[in-house]
């Protein structure tokens, strides 16, 4: 009896061993999560992202400031005409400049009637700073500066693109002295240039150049045909108030045009 004990015992010990192997459950090895990998544990239901630089607050703030930044309005100076008002005036295009009317004399003998214009370019060609005249003086110019003048120039330095003004208008004798005449300045009928800017960067000087080189016989053929569109040219060798300038203006002359 105690042999057979002995087996049923063995038997039973057999049974309850298999019984927990199938209860226990399975466990495969698995490779070590690195927490440097993923520093931050993320719930099962979230949805992959990809990686993205983080965004630097102060750059934003930055770069709203810019985008939102006033565009800076220079007001016109005080006295001076915006290039949006200047135009074709005396009805002729070539002319560019404004409509100024009336312009009384601070002197007797002094003065425009009603005509008044301030010119800014004649022909593409700018002034250094806009003259006031009479529209029969800016039609002379123009005469001028597209016949006599472009002519004596030619091609040299690649033409005029811009005259020197000494002197439009201006209520005053003639030569300043007190005594004399109304200059023709006084009336609107005069401009006085000393200097011819070239296209490419180069200057002809009344002062400079008179009587010297190229420059010289460039200024002197511009002297002589000046003669005729207006009816006074006056030049460095009429006397010494002139000797830094052309004088013209649109006077006449029973006698014809006075040149010198």
């Not at 038997?11 to 019984?19: H, K, P, W």
């Not at 770069?63 to 006033?70: I, K, L, M, T």
Request: net charge positive.
């Amino acid at each position: 009896m105690t042999g057979r004990a002995g087996g049923i015992a063995l038997v039973l010990a057999l049974l309850i061993a298999e019984v927990a192997v199938a209860q226990a459950p399975n466990r495969s090895p698995r490779p070590v999560l690195r927490e440097d990998t993923y520093p931050i544990a993320l719930p099962s239901h979230a949805p992959r992202q990809s990686l993205r630089p983080v965004l630097r607050t102060h750059n934003v703030a930055r770069n709203a400031a810019v985008s939102v930044r006033p565009a800076v309005v220079r007001p016109t100076p005080k006295g001076a005409v915006p290039q949006s008002a200047v135009g074709k005036v005396c009805r002729d295009r070539d002319l560019q400049g404004i409509v100024v009317g009336h312009v009384p004399g601070k002197i007797s003998g002094c003065g425009i009637a009603k005509d008044a214009v301030k010119i800014y370019s004649v022909s593409g060609i700018a002034f250094s700073q806009p003259a006031v005249m009479r529209c029969d003086t800016a039609r002379a110019i123009k005469s001028w500066l597209e016949g006599g003048m472009a002519r004596s120039v030619g091609r040299y330095g690649g033409g005029v693109e811009k005259v020197k003004v000494a002197a439009g208008y201006s209520c005053r004798t003639r030569n300043h002295k007190k005594g004399a005449k109304i200059s023709e300045h006084g009336k609107g009928n005069a401009i006085d240039f000393s200097a011819f800017y070239l296209a490419n960067g180069d200057e002809i000087s009344v002062l400079r150049d008179w009587g010297k080189g190229k420059k010289g016989r460039i200024l002197r053929d511009m002297h002589r045909s000046a003669c005729g569109p207006f009816g006074t040219v006056l030049g460095p060798e009429s006397d010494r108030y002139h000797k830094d300038h052309f004088h013209f203006d649109i006077a006449r002359y029973r006698s014809g045009p006075y040149c010198r």
